[in-house]
């Protein structure tokens, strides 16, 4: 079990850039979520996964944010035409369903993003 | 819509003080409600989860009661330790069948040695 991790793990663009974040989930867990983070607040849900599919997306996910998980296993997260705004650590976190037990999310490390 | 508050934002103590962080949500429906860790600049380190018919869990130095009647759950650490610093946060989940967390906004805590 070597955790869920994020790349990359820091990202400084230019307001317009597209950029592009990936997230490895725990191995055997069928669940990924992504939260976005900014200075002094808690974390804030944008999306989830179920295996492959997109079963929730935030009113935050504006239609510049497309996340994809395409085999089941790794997710991305894009940004298209960054804005300032965007700037913001983005979490992803991962867990493990199964019938009648409760699953616990771990988070990443996080990517945190600088649109300049 | 659920909402998290989590007063004071910051916090700073002597090393050896108790530490006692609270956290209130608006909405009492909640499946469980889980305390995280998180050090500058770092992901979440999740310390406790407490169920929604559970009153209390404890791990170690960690103590988190939970009063879902009246929204609120307070996180007890004692003795506190410099390495103790870092911002705590809580997080409610709505629903068996709901998935995402909501959070409060954090405590910053600081353990001066």
């Known amino acids: 079990d070597t955790g869920v991790s994020q790349n990359p793990r820091h990202k400084i663009t230019k307001r317009g850039q597209n950029v592009t974040f990936r997230c490895d989930p725990i191995?055997?867990?069928?669940?990924l979520y992504w939260y976005r983070q900014t200075l002094g607040q808690g974390p804030e849900f944008l999306t989830y996964?179920?295996?492959?599919?997109?079963?929730?997306k935030s009113r935050l996910l504006s239609d510049r944010f497309s996340a994809e998980r395409p085999k089941g296993s790794f997710s991305t997260l894009e940004i298209q035409r960054t804005e300032q705004g965007d700037s913001a650590m983005y979490l992803c976190?991962?867990?493990?369903?199964?019938?009648?037990?409760?699953?616990?999310?771990?988070f990443g490390p996080g990517t945190r993003l600088t649109v300049l | 819509k659920q909402e998290v508050t989590q007063i004071p934002a910051a916090l700073s103590v002597p090393e050896g003080e108790n530490l006692v962080l609270n956290c209130s949500f608006t909405d009492s429906a909640i499946y469980n409600l889980q305390w995280f860790r998180q050090d500058p600049g770092k992901g979440l380190t999740s310390l406790l989860l407490i169920q929604s018919s559970q009153r209390e869990q404890t791990s170690g130095r960690l103590n988190a009661s939970l009063d879902k009647s009246s929204g609120r759950s307070t996180l007890y650490i004692a003795a506190s330790q410099p390495g103790d610093s870092a911002t705590y946060l809580c997080?409610?989940?709505?629903?068996?069948?709901?998935?995402?967390?909501?959070f409060g906004g954090g405590t910053r805590v600081l353990v001066k040695p």
């Open positions: 996964f179920q295996n492959e599919a997109q079963l929730e």
């Open positions: 976190a991962s867990s493990l369903v199964q019938a009648r037990l409760t699953d616990t999310q771990y």
């Open positions: 191995s055997e867990h069928n669940r």
């Open positions: 997080a409610v989940r709505p629903g068996a069948a709901g998935n995402k967390l909501t």
